[in-house]
């Protein structure tokens, strides 16, 4: 059975940092499309970087440079560190993944998204930024 657990997510105020962290079980994580979104109140779901089984990342261009994605393959689990945090990154972070090897990621507006739907996801992580 295919889980993702999310966790990390909190209240910190504006310029600081978080890591948050997505446990994958049931599957191997660093053999498939794995990606974060988040939802930020009363605005749609949005993606925020994909990273394909190679490595290969997509990140949303107002994203880059401050939110890095990586994993660690021995504890199967995907992190995004996230710097500079602004009180406009407030939203509900989704760790999600995919039943294939590449995220098949597009960009549009300055965001990212995907082609394909994911496949599987968490129940999210709560990040509050004040100002």
């Known amino acids: 059975q295919v889980q993702l657990v999310e966790s990390g997510g909190g209240s910190v105020q504006a310029g600081g940092s978080l890591r948050l962290s997505c446990a994958a079980s049931?599957?191997?994580?660093?053999?498939?499309?794995m990606a974060w979104f988040r939802q930020a109140p009363g605005k749609e779901r949005e993606g925020v970087v994909g990273i394909d089984s190679d490595g290969s990342t997509s990140y949303a261009d107002s994203l880059k440079g401050r939110f890095t994605i990586s994993q660690d393959n021995t504890k199967n689990t995907l992190y995004l560190q996230m710097n500079s945090l602004e009180p406009e990154d407030t939203a509900m972070y989704y760790c999600?993944?995919?039943?294939?090897?590449?995220?098949?990621?597009?960009?549009?507006?300055?965001?990212?998204?995907?082609?394909?739907?994911?496949?599987?996801w968490g129940k999210g992580t709560l990040v509050t930024i004040s100002s």
């Open positions: 999600a993944a995919a039943a294939r090897a590449v995220c098949e990621a597009y960009y549009e507006d300055g965001g990212v998204d995907f082609f394909d739907d994911m496949d599987y």
């Open positions: 049931g599957f191997t994580a660093s053999s498939n499309c």
